[in-house]
């Protein structure tokens, strides 16, 4: 860190404000270091938000069910109501319909729903890392969070607008997944620019619990709000997005080159390839980095299987995400139903299995550098994991969040992995020669694949649940027996390279003498 000195003219008007702001207070320009616990910091809160702002309809969802008698509350305004439902307390919405769609049994519309915003999330996710790697990161992610917190309080509208249309909800949510698809693909691309990749498992396995963390929040935020209207559990966590959106816009810089510092860190992107363009209005050459191409990102070795891979592992996770709470609020544990607030806070303890898994996940892929080894071990591990909890998680409460802790690291410790370190590995993979353009868009393609099997999961499970949830668990436990068994080439590879190097380790001694 050295004194501030006079930014060139390119350079300055490409330093986010608040970080002129925060160079103006210290009188000084920031160091490479203070740059990343800045980039790590905004897109971890930036990441929060998106998932706090998911993470709300699950909450949210057990009190729109006319067999729910725990609310104490109605999941309407009261004044919609007549006056003999608000004496009751206790909201029977069989006669008149199931609140907000007007309907006899709205399961099915709610994974509607959850289909419908996880489809085009991942719809919008190839082409979200399309524009990412060819437009201002800072300005795609800005309006990507400040949209969606207008659409999710949007949603949470219809409470005080007394609509009941389903298709109202089923636009907003659409547009909701469309504009959260601008998230993934930028805030590691990002990342993938600051940080090397000798450390980046650990780095961002830590960073990932931004996912535990946004739906430990969620959870929070909307189970407390629900006691003054389910609308408010969808505007707070709105608005909550669109102010970090405005953060995002003010504080993060994309890469050191738009700071105009050099990149310190061993492994990051340093020699991006360039295409000379002329200006429009003479002057000198401008310098380009030219962006790979969608159907050449799918060539770069390991996307493809690391992608499908990521289809049947984040089938597990969100399926979870979207009907944990669902589940134990209408699971008997202990022989005692919970409420849905509690069921709700309960979940959290899931999330929390995946904080512990993303950072093991991490350590351990760095330690033996083996990303495939890692991510295929814990998907096998997570298959008794789910079984034992559906069979012992009604023993008791003590047992259930014991085995839920358990599932959760197992489940979102490989979904953690692939998501950020892997798909920040295959961003800047030796066959692109450093070419940081190619983060966003690999990283679309694994994470939008996955999201299909996100959209997938709650569907199938708003069916199955319908008859029986032991056919919910053998779905999720089959679905990570083929995300496991998806990496097996990349396995094999791995250990071999591994006992290859062992062996020469062995005989290198011996040629010496």
């Known amino acids: 860190m050295g004194s501030l000195e006079e930014p060139r003219t390119e350079e300055r008007s490409s330093r986010p404000l608040g970080v002129r702001w925060l160079e103006y207070t210290r009188k000084s320009r920031l160091s490479f270091r203070t740059y990343q616990a800045l980039v790590l910091i905004i897109t ?25 008698t725990t609310s104490g509350f109605s999941p309407w305004p009261s004044a919609h109501f007549p006056r003999a439902v608000r004496q009751n307390q206790v909201v029977n919405l069989t006669a008149s319909g199931w609140a907000p769609f007007n309907c006899s049994d709205g399961t099915e519309m709610l994974g509607f729903l959850d289909v419908a915003f996880l489809t085009l999330y991942s719809f919008g996710m190839y082409f979200a890392g399309h524009l990412g790697d060819r437009f201002d990161l800072r300005l795609f992610l800005t309006i990507g969070m400040v949209g969606t917190g207008l659409f999710t309080s949007l949603f949470g509208a219809g409470y005080w607008l007394n609509i009941h249309s389903f298709a109202y909800f089923l636009v907003i949510q659409m547009f909701a997944g469309l504009l959260q698809s601008t998230g993934w693909p930028s805030v590691v691309a990002v990342l993938g620019n600051w940080f090397g990749k000798s450390r980046r498992g650990l780095i961002l396995g830590i960073w990932n619990a931004h996912t535990s963390v946004g739906n430990i929040s969620g959870s929070l935020i909307a189970g407390a709000m629900l006691k003054h209207g389910w609308g408010w559990s969808f505007v707070v966590p709105g608005l909550l997005m669109a102010f970090v959106g405005l953060l995002v816009f003010f504080f993060l810089p994309v890469t050191p080159d738009s700071v105009g510092i050099d990149d310190e860190d061993e492994g990051a992107v340093k020699s991006p390839q360039k295409e000379i363009s002329k200006p429009l209005l003479g002057g000198g050459a401008e310098v380009k980095e030219k962006a790979i191409g969608f159907l050449e990102a799918w060539k770069i070795p390991g996307v493809a299987t690391f992608a499908l891979c990521l289809f049947f592992c984040k089938l597990v996770a969100y399926t979870f995400l979207y009907w944990l709470p669902f589940y134990i609020s209408h699971t008997e544990i202990n022989g005692e139903y919970l409420s849905d607030e509690t069921a709700g806070n309960l979940s959290t303890i899931f999330d929390v299995g995946g904080v512990i898994g993303g950072i093991l996940a991490g350590h351990i892929s760095d330690r033996l550098d083996a990303r495939a080894i890692t991510s295929a071990s814990f998907m096998y591990c997570s298959i008794p994991a789910l079984f034992f909890y559906r069979i012992y998680g009604e023993a008791s409460l003590v047992m259930n969040m014991a085995l839920m802790l358990i599932a959760g690291m197992f489940v979102n410790g490989p979904y953690a992995l692939i998501s950020t370190a892997v798909s920040a590995d295959l961003g800047t993979h030796g066959s692109l020669n450093g070419n940081s353009r190619a983060l966003a868009t690999v990283t679309a393609i694994i994470d939008g694949t996955g999201s299909v099997g996100a959209a997938l999961g709650p569907l199938l499970t708003g069916y199955i649940s319908a008859k029986s949830w032991n056919g919910v668990f053998t779905m999720l436990m089959v679905a990570a027996l083929v995300s496991g068994l998806l990496l097996t080439k990349l396995v094999v590879a791995e250990a071999t390279a591994k006992l290859e190097a062992a062996r020469a380790r062995m005989q290198s001694p011996v040629a010496e003498v």
């Open 44 to 68: 971890f809160l930036a990441y929060t938000t998106y998932h706090a702002t998911r993470k709300t309809t699950s909450i949210v969802k057990s009190t729109f069910d006319p067999q729910s």
